[in-house]
Every structure is written in C-alpha cells, then in structure tokens.
C-alpha cells in the first residue's frame, strides 16, 4: 500500500476550495439541503442510509409533514411511524429514530445535543450521522466517512486492503486523511461535497475522473481496486392473497409478523404458504423484490377465504383502505398494489396520514 502522500497546506486549501466550488455549481437540489435543523438533517441522514436518493425524497416530505419536529415524532405509535417507513426497508432504523426521539423528549428537554459526541449518545446515531448533524446543523468540523467517502480518498492516495494491510488500517488512514482535509470554515457543505462526489463522479464503478476536482491530486485516476460486493443469492417462495367483499368494503387477510421476528418485526404482510404444484390453477402473477443480499422470486396465489383460517396466530382481515395506511412490509405493499387491492402511490402523492381504528 502507498504511504500516504502528504499534503502541504497550500494544497489542502487548494483542494477544498476545487471541492466546495464543484459542490456549489452541481449540487443536486435535495430538500434535506434546503434546512439547518438538526432534526430534519438527522430524519434525512438516517432514510438515506442504504437508500436511494430518488426513493427517499418523497418520503423525507411526508414524514416531515407527520413528524415536523422531535415531540411529534416522540409521542406517534409506534405502527404509525413504521406505516411512514413502508417500503423504504431496513425497519430498525425507524425504530431507533422513534426511540432517540423519545429519549430528546425525556432525557434532554426535547432539545437535541449539538455535538457529534452528545448525539453518538442516542440510540441509532452512530459516528457517521452524529458527524453529517453536527457539522450541517452546528458547523462542528467533523469529517464524515462513509462508503463513499472512503472510496474518494482511497482514490486520491491509492490505499487498499490486501494481504499484508488490513481493512482497519486504511480506515484508520482515510479518517485521518478526511480529518485534515475537512474546512472549518464550511464543514457542513464541504461534508455534503465529498458525499455528492462520491455518489455521482467517483462512482464504484467507471469514475468520471475527467470532470472530477480533484482529478490533478488524485494518485490513481479511477485505477484502483474496489471492493467487490457480496453475490446476491436467489430464493422462490409464495404467498396468498385473499380477499372478501363485504357490503360496504373490500378486505384482506395480512398477517403480523411476530415481535419477536429479527427481521421486520411487527410489520404486516401477505400469508406466506408452501409452493406446490397443486396451486398451480390459482397463482395470479410473480414478482421480484430484493431483501439485503437475497432476490426473491415471489409467486402470488388467489385463494379461497377458507384456505387459512382468519383465527390463525397474528392474521386478521383488514380493510383495503386502512391497509394502504398501515406498516406494510415493502414486498406486501408492491403486491397488494400491483393486484390493484391499494391504491400505487405515485412519486408526488404522499401517503394517507397513519390512521388508528
Ligand atoms: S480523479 Fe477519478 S478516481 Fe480520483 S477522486 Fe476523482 S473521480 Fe475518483
């Protein structure tokens, strides 16, 4: 591994103005970049996490229009902020906003800590988002590292783990690196700037080193090794949906998965069932959906409302009205619209306001 190359402080100042400049003519125009409030940045840092962009920005608006500030989000059931969070997956995170939430309100006069250490203290905000709050609400001079940072400023010095350097070290070099590099005069927005370099010019995967800033500091120019991803792995299951008319509405049968579930706890979804051939004659239509590392081919079967009992452990027959406003699991949600059974929500409809019966 290349020992790091050190910078003078003409260049250090050099490469964060060619950032920041970058930044400020190219930035995508994000609502989350719109505001100062801590809270807004933290609800906006915690959905981004493993989340595309596009997905997240309807989304971030909606639930800032439940939850405008920390004492609303504190004192919402705990369905209603997941029902939020439908389809965005990796439902901890929403309980572990709701929880910090309640611990501002309760252990800190509702008023979040300004520092990146006081909020490491609360629960769900680790190094990264305590780094992204601090520096864009209260200019603290914090680096952020995450994936894409790391990425840059391997780049730049043409660090990488092999077999003699750990993983450890080059993360221990890259914080060091970020730390010296980061302006203190504009923490926040140079932290928003390597971020946005990172996801759209120094791309996993063909950088675009030509119209990069950093393009004349950088040791590599996109030759450097990046980690290769973990292989997706593909599994079939099924699923039943079944329905009933009553004389005002229609309703379906869901399931709750158990609390005590590690994935998706307490979430509702469609009764899963043991793919035969015997149900050939009632599957409806097949859909893709990916869960972290695994692609799930899901096949849909009709039944009769008899086939599985409405007594069963966690099933009830829901309204197709209050579902759409429920804590649907991500998958459930694109079948159940997809059958047309709820209503698709369109990239500027919000959705319904959680609703209690
Ligand atoms: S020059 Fe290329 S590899 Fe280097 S930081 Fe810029 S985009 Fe990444």
């Given at each position: 591994m290349p020992r790091r190359r050190r910078h003078s402080p003409d260049t250090v100042?050099?490469?964060?103005?060619?950032?920041?400049?970058?930044?400020?003519?190219?930035?995508?125009?994000l609502p989350w970049r719109r505001t100062t409030d801590p809270y807004a940045i933290w609800v906006s840092e915690i959905m981004l996490q493993q989340t595309r962009v596009a997905a997240v920005i309807d989304r971030y608006t909606a639930f800032l229009q439940y939850f405008p500030d920390i004492q609303s989000l504190a004192k919402a059931h705990e369905q209603d902020v997941l029902a939020l969070w439908s389809g965005l997956g990796y439902y901890r995170r929403a309980r572990m906003l709701h929880k910090a939430a309640q611990s501002v309100v309760s252990d800190h006069n509702g008023v979040m800590p300004t520092t990146a250490e006081g909020l490491r203290s609360l629960p769900g905000i680790g190094s990264y988002t305590a780094a992204a709050i601090a520096s864009i609400a209260?200019?603290?001079?914090?680096?952020?590292i995450d994936?894409?940072?790391?990425?840059?400023?391997?780049?730049?010095?043409?660090w990488h783990s092999h077999d003699t350097i750990s993983e450890a070290a080059v993360r221990r070099k890259v914080d060091d690196f970020a730390q010296t590099l980061i302006d203190p005069r504009h923490p926040g927005d140079y932290n928003q700037a390597i971020m946005e370099l990172g996801a759209t010019i120094c791309t996993p995967r063909n950088p675009q080193c030509l119209v990069c800033p950093w393009a004349r500091?950088?040791?590599?120019l996109g030759e450097h090794r990046t980690p290769k991803r973990a292989a997706?792995?593909?599994?079939?299951?099924?699923?039943?949906l079944i329905?009933?008319?009553?004389?005002?509405?229609?309703?379906i049968l869901l399931e709750q998965r158990a609390a005590a579930n590690t994935v998706m706890p307490g979430l509702w979804e469609l009764p899963s069932i043991e793919?035969?051939?015997?149900?050939?004659?009632?599957?409806?239509?097949?859909?893709?959906?990916?869960?972290?590392?695994?692609?799930?081919?899901?096949?849909?079967?009709?039944?009769?409302?008899?086939s599985i009992s409405s007594s069963a452990a966690r099933?009830?027959?829901?309204?197709?009205?209050?579902?759409?406003?429920?804590a649907l699991t991500g998958l459930a949600r694109k079948i159940l619209t997809k059958a047309h059974v709820i209503p698709s929500r369109s990239r500027h409809q919000l959705p319904h306001p959680p609703s209690r019966e």
């Open positions: 100042a050099r490469m964060r103005q060619e950032l920041l400049g970058w930044y400020h003519r190219n930035k995508r125009d209260h200019n603290e001079p914090i680096a952020v994936g894409n940072v790391e990425r840059v400023l391997s780049r730049i010095q043409g500091e950088c040791h590599t997706m792995t593909t599994r079939e299951i099924a699923c039943a329905t009933r008319e009553t004389e005002s509405r229609t309703e793919l035969t051939k015997s149900l050939k004659t009632a599957h409806v239509f097949t859909v893709r959906h990916a869960i972290m590392q695994v692609n799930y081919i899901v096949h849909v079967y009709s039944l009769p409302t008899e099933c009830n027959w829901i309204s197709a009205d209050r579902a759409s406003s429920m």
